[in-house]
């Protein structure tokens, strides 16, 4: 079993940035693909980005390509994602998950999900 556990959320102005990492326990997910979702109140989940579990083939929704990055270090069995240029409409819960592949790891399918950490952005 593994047990993901999303931190970095708070509250920050617009233009700032945020740093969240999703740290695993319980069992690597050096093997598994990672994905990062969002979901504000009354909105649907929403996909932010994804990586493989090599690193090496990332997604990025359009909502914040060019905005945000994301990145993982199998050796500390962990996710990144780098927020920059923050708006106001990037407030939301954010999720990390953990899927066997990119493909169901992006339809939000993942194994494994964490509680979330909440991301406030003030105009």
């Known amino acids: 079993q593994v047990q993901l556990v999303e931190s970095g959320g708070g509250l920050v102005q617009a233009g700032g940035s945020l740093r969240l990492s999703c740290a695993a326990s319980g069992r690597t997910v050096n093997s598994y693909a990672m994905a990062w979702f969002r979901q504000a109140p009354g909105k649907e989940r929403e996909l932010l980005a994804a990586i493989s579990w090599d690193g090496y083939y990332t997604y990025y929704a359009d909502s914040v390509k060019g905005r945000f990055t994301i990145s993982r270090d199998n050796a500390k069995n962990a996710v990144y994602l780098q927020m920059n240029s923050l708006k106001p409409e990037d407030t939301a819960l954010y999720y990390c998950?953990?899927?066997?592949?990119?493909?169901?790891?992006?339809?939000?399918?993942?194994?494994?999900w964490g509680q979330g950490t909440q991301v406030t952005v003030s105009s």
């Open positions: 998950t953990a899927g066997n592949s990119v493909a169901l790891a992006k339809a939000g399918l993942g194994n494994f």
